[in-house]
């Protein structure tokens, strides 16, 4: 399936946040990108605004349009808060529950450990990265794998930086979802009402 693999920092002062992680590009530029970014004070529409909150979500979690629409349709079907049980759905994902638990340094490094075999759930090797991390799954880097670097380099940078819904054994790279995130929690900046509302019209 196909995947964005244009320039981060593009897409980053586009939304004036560095959703691909830290950028120099939102700090150093202020403005959206282009030849005509400084001169942008057109006043957005609300649907603008809305859609440009998807497209934001869509981006920090690396997912495309219909894989987004399917994943709203199923939060909307469930009792509670749509918003937020669409940041829950996203959270628990395969990849970003390796990235949340400091496996890999970015949500893309995460896709690819996925992808390439690295990370087992609950004892089986698990290579796509959209499942659906359920409470008390064990999200394990494969044996073979404990050993590379970027692995031990992540482990070793992130140790200070742990989830409360997530359970983390440094010793066994090993971790297990104890909970589903609460939205005080979850420190994307997003604003998920917006997009239920773009997707009530």
Request: glycine letters at 6%; hydrophobic letters at 35%; charged letters at 30%.
């Amino acid at each position: 399936m196909a995947r964005y693999r244009g320039p981060k920092a593009k897409i980053a002062r586009r939304f004036n946040d560095p959703i691909f992680g830290p950028s120099k590009a939102v700090t150093k530029k202020a403005y959206p990108p282009g030849q005509h970014g400084r001169g942008r004070r057109k006043k957005q529409s609300e649907y603008a605004i809305q859609l440009m909150e998807k497209q934001k979500a869509k981006y920090t979690y690396g997912i495309l349009e219909r894989q987004f629409s399917n994943l709203f349709d199923k939060a909307s079907r469930k009792t509670g808060i749509t918003g937020e049980i669409l940041l829950q759905l996203l959270e628990t994902r395969l990849d970003n529950t390796v990235f949340r638990l400091g496996i890999a340094p970015t949500r893309r490094a995460a896709r690819q450990f996925v992808l390439h075999k690295h990370i087992t759930v609950n004892g089986k090797v698990v290579n796509i990265p959209s499942y659906a991390v359920k409470i008390g799954d064990e999200i394990e880097v494969r044996e073979k794998s404990k050993s590379l670097e970027v692995v031990t380099n992540t482990v070793a940078a992130t140790a200070s930086k742990r989830f409360p819904w997530l359970e983390w054994s440094p010793s066994e790279l090993k971790g297990k979802l104890i909970s589903l995130p609460i939205r005080e929690d979850i420190p994307e900046n997003i604003q998920e009402q917006l997009i239920v509302e773009l997707y009530s019209k």
